[in-house]
């Protein structure tokens, strides 16, 4: 079992950075995918980017590409998740998300969210 805790959410103003991270307990990050979601009000999930177990290879698949970057330090068991130039359109509550062996939008693990305000 696999318990995640994102933080780091918070408010922002357009144009800021912002680095969330996801704490892991429970079992060992080494061999799980994890991926950052975010669902803003009305809306369908979106999943933003994805760091595979062992190889430790990244992706991102999501609208934010090109803005995000994921990291991992399995020593502390951490991911954590880099946004910059947030956008008004950004605000969501933002998930942290494990499974084996890749990333999906049914992941097993979850953790429950950190939210995110855009506001000048």
């Known amino acids: 079992q696999v318990q995640l805790v994102e933080s780091g959410g918070g408010s922002v103003k357009p144009g800021d950075s912002l680095t969330l991270s996801c704490a892991a307990s429970?079992?060992?990050?080494?061999?799980?995918?994890i991926g950052w979601f975010r669902q803003a009000p009305g809306k369908e999930r979106e999943g933003l980017s994805c760091?595979?177990?062992?190889?430790?290879?990244?992706y991102y698949p999501g609208s934010v590409k090109g803005r995000v970057t994921l990291s991992r330090d399995n020593a502390k068991n951490m991911v954590y998740l880099q946004m910059n130039s947030l956008e008004p359109e950004d605000p969501a509550v933002y998930y942290c998300?494990?499974?084996?062996?890749?990333?999906?939008?049914?992941?097993?693990?979850w953790g429950k969210g950190t939210l995110v305000t855009v506001s000048s």
């Open positions: 429970g079992a060992s990050l080494d061999d799980y995918a």
């Open positions: 760091i595979s177990g062992p190889e430790g290879s990244t």
């Open positions: 998300a494990a499974d084996i062996p890749s990333c999906h939008r049914a992941m097993k693990y």
